[in-house]
């Protein structure tokens, strides 16, 4: 009798911890099912944009290669762009002049705002440079500067142009700057920094030839000067000590006296990025700055056409270098360069969503790395564009800024909020105005 009582008991309890072990697997997967927002420094993120509302006729950029991006703390702006693979059907292109007229280049211009995660396109494409592959771009406060370029078939239309727009206007249309001076020759794929009132070109090609000349310009007068003339320039097959070889698609980074160059190389050379060339303007000469390898992984493989960017933590200025292609191989990869000891780290848990190439990369004040578009693939021949953005931060930034990325994980229709609303409910004036002002309601995810 006690043993049929016992025997019941044991096996009602066992129905009950399962039931209840049952009820606790379906919590904890529907736990997992809820997302929820991390902060994680170096880990990629691909950006699903909304696609703008539907009166609109181009909704967000096409797929390209050898576009530029600036950011600021709001939004990326986009110029130019290359897409020989684009299909008609793609686009409606009798709709779009300018995209008639310029195929397969792209000769407009997009923002891109972070915090709608929407494209808007500007149609000032009259105003803007007709050489729109592999341009130089900077973003100085509100001034958008463009410089140099090539069209479509590349190096027979170079340029030594600089254009310029003010990005807080409503239509901002591209100036061309008239100079003076000592001009660059016209080239593409160079690189430029600003400083103190002045805009420094590095390198470039004409198609035919490649060099590390430096010029400046003075953005008060537009007067151009020579500051240093490479061996390729001077007919010259040996150059002076430390004097880096001529080259295209390098990417660069400054810290307030040094020029430090990146990578790049020309139609049959890719640079190697173990040494790293580097222009003193204090000393108007070149030396070479040797490398320590990351202790496990070495040095970051040579590269062209790849990212570079700079950002300053503490004091400490860092260079950051994504994607990029050797000739045979595209690097998915991002490593790090500390400019005080000169030591590599790669971040071999974070890489980008793809491997990519020409593609374009900017940062934010804050810290936050963005790139779009690029080529994906080299496979038969196949030189296939995307228009991915991913994004990562490359350090830990502020709270409020952490505080905000949260804000728009959770609720990232609040940028349809009345302005008005959002600051009475407590959000900060510069973090409301980071939101664009709706040109429709009907917005589609």
Known sequence: MYRKIICYVVFTLVQVMLVFGKMYKKEQESKKRIKKYAFRPYKFETIETFHGCKMMNLLYPQPRSGHRIG?????????????????????????????????PLFQEMWRFNFASRTWHRYYNNATLPEEAVSNALVLQGNLLMVYGGTGSP??????????????????????????????????????????????????GTTGTSYTCDIHRLNLCTYEWTEVYSSRESRGRLVGRRDEPTGRYRHEVAFDGDNIFVFGGGTQWLT?????????????????????????????????????????????????FITGGTDGEQIFKDLWRLDLKTFEWTYFAKFQMPRELYFHATSTTPDGKLYIFGGILSDTDNNHLRTDMICSTWLCIPKLSEICWDA????????????????????LPKSYVDRIPPNRCEDFIG
């Open 71 to 103: 950011a600021d703390s709001s939004n990326f702006y986009c110029i130019g762009g290359f897409n020989p693979m684009m299909a008609p059907e793609m686009v409606d292109m009798e709709q779009d002049y300018w995209l008639q007229r310029a195929f």
């Open 271 to 319: 640079f190697e990025l173990e040494n790293v060339p580097t222009f003193s303007l204090t000393k108007q000469r070149w030396t070479t700055n040797r490398t320590i390898g990351d202790r496990r992984y070495g040095w970051p493989e040579p590269r062209k056409y790849h990212g570079a960017n700079l950002i300053t933590l503490n004091g400490l200025k860092q260079v």
């Open 154 to 203: 590349f190096g027979f239309k170079c340029s030594n142009q600089l254009h310029v727009c003010n990005i807080r206007d409503e239509l901002p249309r591209m100036m061309k700057i008239k100079t003076s001076g000592d001009l660059p020759p016209p080239m593409y794929g160079q690189a430029i920094i600003y400083h103190n009132d002045y805009l420094y070109t590095i390198g």
């Open 407 to 426: 804000i728009l994980f959770y609720q990232p229709y609040i940028v349809l909020r009345d302005p008005k609303e959002l600051r009475n409910a407590g």
